[in-house]
């Protein structure tokens, strides 16, 4: 079992950088997937970003690619995900999310963060 805290989020305006932080506990992060995803105001939560366990395979919803990009550190237990070029449309909470394979992690992940609030300002 794994247990995740996001950090991070704030209000920016439109055009700036953000850095979200996912620090997760126990020992075996290294064995999970871990992924973004996030959740606008009357929408569904969806998919941002997901990286390997080892970190070498990342993958990106079409909206945010080439503007987020996920990471991780498995010496600190800690995944980021830095935000830049932020449009207003990227307005939501975050959420940190682990499962055991990227398939998994990407759409359907049994743990969670409690996430964080991320609003760009036009």
């Known amino acids: 079992q794994v247990q995740l805290v996001e950090s991070g989020g704030g209000l920016v305006q439109a055009g700036g950088s953000l850095i979200l932080s996912c620090a997760a506990s126990g020992r075996t992060f290294s064995s999970y997937c871990m992924g973004w995803f996030r959740q606008a105001p009357g929408k569904e939560r969806e998919f941002v970003a997901a990286i390997s366990r080892s970190g070498g395979s990342t993958y990106y919803a079409d909206s945010v690619k080439g503007r987020f990009t996920i990471s991780r550190d498995n010496a600190k237990n800690t995944v980021h995900l830095q935000m830049n070029s932020l449009k207003p449309e990227d307005t939501a909470v975050y959420y940190c999310?682990?499962?055991?394979?990227?398939?998994?992690?990407?759409?359907?992940?049994?743990?969670w963060g409690q996430g964080t609030q991320v609003t760009v300002s036009s």
């Open positions: 999310a682990a499962d055991s394979t990227i398939v998994v992690v990407s759409t359907r992940p049994h743990y």
